[in-house]
Every structure is written in C-alpha cells, then in structure tokens.
C-alpha cells in the first residue's frame, strides 16, 4: 500500500541573519613572499592586487577559525546555539576525511545535535552553502543553519611554486541564515565543469603522496582559470542578477569571490555596474582564502561602514571544480 508521505514545509522566506570573519594573525607581505620564490611586490600587486596576506600563526588552526567565526555568527544573529538546526563547512583545506568538521564544531559550538557536514566546492563553498541553507530553511528541513567557509591553505601550497605560492591564504568566515518576512536570498545560479578539473588541483591524491613521501599541494593552471573566471563567470554573475530580478543600478554592493583584483576588475566591466555599487577588495590583504573569502569580505565591508544591513549584495564564487555558485542577498 502506498502511504500518504506528509510533505516538509518551512518558512516562505529566508535571508542571511549575521556575519562573521576571523583574520589569521600571521601576516605575510609580498617582501616575505621574496624569500620563497623569485618574485617582487610589484609583480604581484600588479598582476593580483595582493599586498599581503594571512596565515596561520600560533595556536591558529582550520577549526580554531571555523569555532572563532562560526560562534561570532551565532552571536550577532541573536539565535541561541541550541536552536540551529544544522551546520555547513565548507572547505577544502581540512585534513580529516571523517568524521566531517561541521560535525565537530556543530558539539563544540552548543547546538543541541544539529545536521552537520561538509562541503567541497572550493571558492564556491560558502555560496553553495547559503544555496543549501536557503533551500533548507524554505523545505522546513531546519529553521536555523549555520553555513562556515573557511580554509587553512597556507598548508598546501607550495612555497617553491611561482604559480601559485603568492595567491593562497587562511581564514575563515560565517553565516546564521533563517526565516524572514521578506525574501532575503535570490535563486541560486550555480554548475561545474570538470572538463577543467585540472586547472586548479591537488597534486597528488593521499595514497600517492604518503607512498611518495610527496606533499599534496594546490596546483592551478593560472591562465585556463583567469580565462574562465572573466568569461563564463563574468555571464554566470550577469545570470544571478537577471534570476534574482536585481539590475546593476539596484546593486548597493558587489562581492566577489576574491580570487584576483584583476578578474574583479574584467567581472566589473562585463556587469557595466554603476560607480555607487561598493565592491569588495578584501583580497589586497587577505589574499584569497578561497570558501572564507565571501564571508570575510562581506564582513568587512559592512564593518568598514562602505556597506549597511539591509542593503542589496551581488555575491559569488568560482573555483576548482570548475565550480561556481551566485546570489543576489540583503546583507545582514
Ligand atoms: C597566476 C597569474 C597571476 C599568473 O600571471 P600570468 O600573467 O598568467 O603569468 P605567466 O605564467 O604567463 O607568466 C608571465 C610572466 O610573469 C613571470 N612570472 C610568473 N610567475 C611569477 C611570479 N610569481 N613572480 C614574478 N614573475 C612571475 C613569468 O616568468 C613571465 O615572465 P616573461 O613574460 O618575462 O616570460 C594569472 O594567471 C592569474 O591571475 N590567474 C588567475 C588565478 C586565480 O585567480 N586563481 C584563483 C582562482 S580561485
């Protein structure tokens, strides 16, 4: 006999409720960066908008971070630990392949036994968490969920690599997002193509590398992702606006994937955004820390005062996969 299955149902509208970031508090300027490969801060300013970036440093760890940024989102929303439902990390930089970090920091945190796991979608993780939460809050699969994007990949990059050790940073960032009157979260625009999943990598998988005694780095083939990043991206992000109904001039703030200036840049020209739209640059000193480095720039340009709670953000990432997630969001 086929049963009658009741249906989830949640709340009409979902919007992100609070930000948080967490800075590492080594930093690392382009002089340092000297040391490790042949390089000068010119050449990376000019080619990144890199200035300096963060690390790591003492008693600073991946889940320290997420704790740190997850626990500060928890309090700015004004939610209590115990009533989220359910915990998303997104991340590719943490070294466990069980049990999941969301499940970790979901104990750690005080949530009475939320969902948790994690995510992998590289510089997309935290917009395809936000997709996720959206999604969930609106099914009734949870009220409250607590999405982290955040990576220690001053771990994996290699210092010796003149393609890539310049580029990668730590850090971490979050967001509660729950029920709300208005819609505060457009449709998600996301997809992949891993017909380029080697133009950003790790270069050798755990077997291999312990066998070799080899560490598995980031690797990236900087041109095939700079080519994709100013193209596909530049007509995904024009896609997210048109899904979610915005045009540029109701933009009040765009905010990238920080992954270069420079595709920053190329991404502005395709949108034709009007010069009244704040657009994020946290990349110039925080490097880009891939899932964290949404988060942390949304974080900042509401605390440097450039942005204000309530306004109309453009937000997305893209990176190894290929892969790639948009949003039009009300900031918090
Ligand atoms: C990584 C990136 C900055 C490299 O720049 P590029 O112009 O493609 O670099 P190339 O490898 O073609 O080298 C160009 C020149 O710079 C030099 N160069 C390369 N790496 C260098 C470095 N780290 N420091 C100084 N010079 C460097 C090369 O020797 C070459 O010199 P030449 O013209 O005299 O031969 C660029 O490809 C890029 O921004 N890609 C996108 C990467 C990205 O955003 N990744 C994150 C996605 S999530």
Redesign the pocket.
Known sequence: MSAVIRPSSGAEFARILSIAGYTPSRMVDNHE?TNY????DE??QQ??GIIERRWVGEGEDLEQMSFAAGKLAIERSGIAAADIDAVIVATVSYFHQTPSLAAILAHKLGTNGAAAFDISA??AGFCYGVAQADALVRSGGARYVLVIGSEELSRMTNLND??????FADGAGAAVIGPSETNGIGPVVWGSDGGQAGA?YQTADWPTAVENADWPYLG?N??D??KW?TGFIAEAAKATLEAAGVSPEDLDAFIP?Q??N??TDALLRSLKLPEHVVVARTIKTLG?N?AASVPMAMDAVLASGEARSGQTALIIG???GLVYAGQVVTLP
């Open positions: 960066m490969i042949e390089t000068s050449w990376i080619r990144t590289a510089c003149r393609g890539t050790a310049f580029i950003i990236m900087g041109r992702v700079f990043a994937h992954a270069n420079r595709i880009n891939s893209f990176g190894a």
